[in-house]
């Protein structure tokens, strides 16, 4: 079966749909579907796109729904009427000279953010009280022109690499065209410099690989890269990335039993035990939406059932829109799954939650996201392609937004007992935005960062604390070091108990590997040495592990106190002299 007919199947059935369809090998359109800059466009497929390009009207009425980046002085945003918050409060310094997407935590304590839809990427460095608030902004390299073609990418693959360098690949849009791109891209932040990456397949970009897109990935517990083919028709294609060689080894992909299924908008989870979860979308389409759950298995290369979820978590298939939202790992081994419920005509409102015991295997019902949203507030949320990350205090803070990209956009906590409280929305923007537009970064500080429609990143300060046993331990380290030396740090778990921040599939930003925070003890001067090399990815409790760190050569000299940081959660500190 063709592209063209499995898009004319799918439309037919859903026909004011975002639905992302599915290929069977044929190459995609190169759709002239250009989006305006002060658009933020949702997650389109390459069918989508094919109906668009066939029905101009269409897609003209659709971009005149989608919201628009404000302009001019950003005005505050309304707080609900509720009569007090329990959760933490938001910050925002106001504002970047771009809009920021895809936030991304380097190993020396700094912040790279894109700007959407462009070559262009940013740099967040803190001050030196360590205060992300007050910290400055600079411009990085941009991604290089690739075989002729710009890459500037919305919607990609992503992950920070054991070795300090960031990977990216894909892009669902690039430079404003939904084209569902297979370019990729390396970056090496101590030479500032980004380097092209070819997509995976023999000859690259074959074998399913042409459309690269939003696809999932995470980095495997042995520090491996794996990523996914968005749109690879029956079998599913996954691959593995040699940092060394910037190549590519084929791995198994996800099992379905739909004959044109596929694993698109599917997330990728890392759990304690090394595997990889995938909560299914397409098995039992078209006919009902699945519950079946599966998991990578490093060892093998395959894939094994992971049980199933007492509901489905996907949009209902009636719906159309086939997104679900982000799985969070949490600290007591439990796994907190979102579902991506847009409650269209017909289908019950309510988007669930169901909750992985990853010890014994199960799954149980969890909350219900709560009906505050819509214009009335009295409309169910959906957390359909929305951001979530793990506070230090082990309660998991989300966004979420009514029906499929509805504005305003609201935010809670699920707490550690299970319940799900609203707390105060951003500072400004969450009144004329859907959450697929925001993103999540847990900071070393134990803050969230969020990055949204605005040119104001905002910063989310959570009141509880962390248990003691869920920080890192420092088992072995320097006594002494010097400005511009490396050395070695040991210890357990600091890699942390989860990934930190999650999504849908279309932004990954963990934070699961060790950050070196030096504190000048007569100043209180705050400085990160980069780590590097380390030693294991895994987030399983006890883990023991080593990182290499650089002391920066700027750094003060004198008595200072070092903690290793991982998702937000600091050992306690060790004593050193800085010589």
């Known amino acids: 079966m063709m592209l063209g007919v499995i898009a004319v199947a799918l439309l037919s059935a859903i026909p004011e749909s975002r639905a992302q369809s599915q290929n069977s090998g044929a190459s995609p359109p190169v759709g002239p579907l250009v989006v305006p800059s002060q658009l933020v466009p949702p997650p389109l497929s390459v069918a989508k796109e094919q109906y668009f390009e066939d029905n101009p009207e269409a897609w003209i009425q659709f971009l005149s729904r989608l919201p628009r980046r404000p302009e001019g002085p950003l005005q505050p945003t309304p707080q609900p009427d509720i009569a007090s918050f329990t959760g933490g409060t938001w910050q925002s310094p106001?504002?970047?000279?771009?809009?920021?997407?895809?936030?991304?935590?380097?190993?020396?304590?700094?912040?790279?953010?894109?700007?959407?839809?462009?070559?262009?990427?940013?740099?967040?460095?803190?001050?030196?009280?360590?205060?992300?608030?007050?910290?400055?902004?600079?411009?990085i390299a941009s991604l290089p022109e690739i075989n002729g073609t710009q890459y500037a990418p919305l919607y990609f693959a992503s992950a920070v690499l054991p070795d300090g360098?960031?990977?990216?690949?894909?892009?669902?849009?690039?430079?404003?065209?939904?084209?569902?791109?297979?370019?990729?891209?390396?970056?090496?932040?101590?030479?500032?410099?980004?380097t092209a990456v070819s997509p995976p397949g023999s000859p690259p970009g074959s074998g399913g690989w042409f459309a690269i897109g939003d696809s999932q990935s995470t980095v495997l517990a042995d520090g491996t890269?794996?990523?996914?083919?968005?749109?690879?028709?029956?079998?599913?294609?996954?691959?593995?990335?040699?940092?060394?060689?910037?190549?590519?080894?084929?791995?198994?992909?996800?099992?379905?039993?739909?004959?044109?299924?596929?694993?698109?908008?599917?997330?990728?989870?890392?759990?304690?035990?090394?595997?990889?979860?995938?909560?299914?979308?397409?098995?039992g389409y078209p006919t009902a939406n699945t519950t079946d759950a599966e998991q990578y298995d490093p060892s093998s290369g395959t894939w094994i059932s992971a049980g199933n979820t007492p509901v489905p978590l996907a949009d209902p298939i009636k719906c159309g829109n086939f997104e679900i939202g982000p799985a969070v790992m949490r600290?007591?081994?439990?796994?907190?799954?979102?579902?991506?419920?847009?409650?269209?005509?017909?289908v019950p409102k309510a988007d669930p939650t169901a909750i992985y015991d990853t010890t014994d295997g199960t799954w149980t019902a969890g909350r219900n996201i709560p009906a505050l949203c819509g214009t009335d507030g009295t409309t169910s949320c959906s957390l359909a392609d929305a951001p979530a990350a793990l506070l230090p205090d082990g309660n998991i803070l989300f966004a979420a937004s009514a029906g499929a990209g509805s504005q305003p956009t609201h935010f809670f906590e699920y707490t550690s007992s299970d319940a799900i409280k609203q707390v105060a929305d951003t500072v400004y923007c969450a009144g004329s935005e859907p959450a697929y537009a925001v993103n999540f970064l847990v900071l070393p500080n134990g803050q969230i960062l969020a990055t949204d429609l605005c040119n104001a990143p905002e910063f989310y300060t959570p009141t509880g604390v962390p248990k003691a046993s869920w920080a890192p331990v420092i088992t072995s380290?320097?006594?002494?070091?010097?400005?511009?030396?490396?050395?070695?740090?040991?210890?357990?778990?600091?890699?942390?108990?989860?990934?930190?921040?999650?999504?849908?599939?279309?932004?990954?930003?963990?934070?699961?590997?060790?950050?070196?925070?030096?504190?000048?003890?007569?100043?209180?001067?705050?400085?990160?040495?980069r780590t590097a090399n380390?030693?294991?990815?895994?987030?399983?409790?006890?883990?023991?592990?080593?990182?290499?760190?650089?002391?920066?050569?700027?750094?003060?000299?004198?008595?200072?106190?070092?903690?290793?940081?991982?998702?937000?959660?600091?050992?306690?500190?060790?004593?050193?002299?800085?010589?």
């Open 477 to 529: 380290h320097p006594k002494k070091v010097t400005p511009g030396d490396s050395y070695t740090i040991g210890g357990t778990q600091f890699n942390g108990l989860s990934q930190g921040a999650y999504y849908g599939d279309d932004v990954q930003g963990a934070t699961n590997y060790p950050i070196v925070q030096i504190t000048n003890v007569a100043t209180g001067h705050v400085f990160y040495a």
């Open 225 to 283: 890269f794996l990523l996914a083919a968005c749109c690879a028709g029956s079998p599913t294609v996954d691959a593995l990335f040699d940092a060394t060689t910037l190549g590519w080894t084929a791995t198994g992909g996800p099992s379905n039993s739909y004959s044109y299924s596929y694993q698109d908008e599917q997330g990728y989870e890392l759990l304690p035990s090394g595997n990889v979860l995938t909560i299914d979308i397409w098995d």
């Open 534 to 579: 380390h030693s294991t990815m895994s987030i399983a409790p006890g883990t023991a592990g080593s990182t290499t760190f650089t002391v920066p050569a700027t750094i003060e000299t004198g008595a200072s106190d070092l903690v290793v940081i991982a998702n937000g959660i600091a050992s306690k500190h060790v004593t050193i002299t800085v010589k």
């Open 331 to 346: 600290p007591d081994g439990t796994l907190v799954a979102f579902g991506g419920n847009t409650g269209c005509k017909g």
């Open 94 to 139: 106001c504002c970047t000279s771009f809009f920021p997407t895809n936030p991304l935590l380097l190993t020396d304590g700094t912040v790279i953010a894109h700007a959407g839809n462009s070559a262009d990427w940013y740099k967040l460095t803190p001050d030196i009280n360590g205060s992300y608030v007050n910290g400055t902004w600079t411009s």
């Open 165 to 194: 360098r960031v990977l990216i690949m894909g892009g669902e849009y690039n430079d404003n065209v939904g084209d569902h791109t297979n370019m990729g891209a390396i970056y090496d932040p101590v030479a500032d410099s980004w």
